[in-house]
């Protein structure tokens, strides 16, 4: 099955895709969150630490959503993704993105919480973009290792 480019019209739905999916997540809505994965949910990945957690199918979506939505600090978190880099075609591609968790309660400055990347799977299906799959992985390891992406190391 051939991959037709990608349009400007795939990268603006897919930058909607990656809001409709933080706003869904920061604001509780459970069901919308999972709503941005592929038919049977997909998978999430967070890779924090040495700790490496999968959440896969609606039921796992819906099960991480859920756990951050009772955990006592969630509330009033934000969630970015920016600096999209979109690789692939009109009907799959690969995002890369920066990521990151800013704690907005209380009086500013806000704290971040989280800085990471994440590498994600889109498939656009009957004309929507959806996530098969992401990986969130914290800011560290070969991520700030030059080396391992064959750049040398500038100040």
């Not at 795939?10 to 592929?38: C, E, P």
């Not at 991480?64 to 993704?81: K, N, T």
Request: hydrophobic share 40%; proline share 4%.
């Amino acid at each position: 099955m051939r991959n037709p480019p990608i349009t400007a019209a795939d990268r603006f739905a897919i930058k909607d895709l990656f809001s409709i999916y933080h706003w869904a997540l920061d604001t509780g809505d459970v069901d919308g969150f999972a709503d941005t994965f592929v038919e049977g949910g997909g998978a999430v990945v967070v890779e924090v630490m040495s700790r490496t957690k999968r959440y896969e199918g609606r039921a796992g979506l819906i099960d991480l959503a859920e756990s951050l939505r009772a955990w006592d600090r969630f509330p009033g978190c934000q969630h970015y993704a920016g600096q999209l880099l979109i690789e692939g075609g009109a009907a799959q591609c690969r995002v890369r993105s920066y990521c990151f968790v800013a704690e907005c309660r209380g009086k500013p400055p806000y704290a971040i919480r989280f800085s990471g990347r994440s590498d994600d799977r889109l498939v656009c299906r009957d004309g929507h973009w959806l996530f098969e799959e992401r990986i969130v992985r914290l800011w560290q390891g070969e991520a700030v290792d030059l080396k391992s992406f064959g750049m040398p190391h500038v100040l």
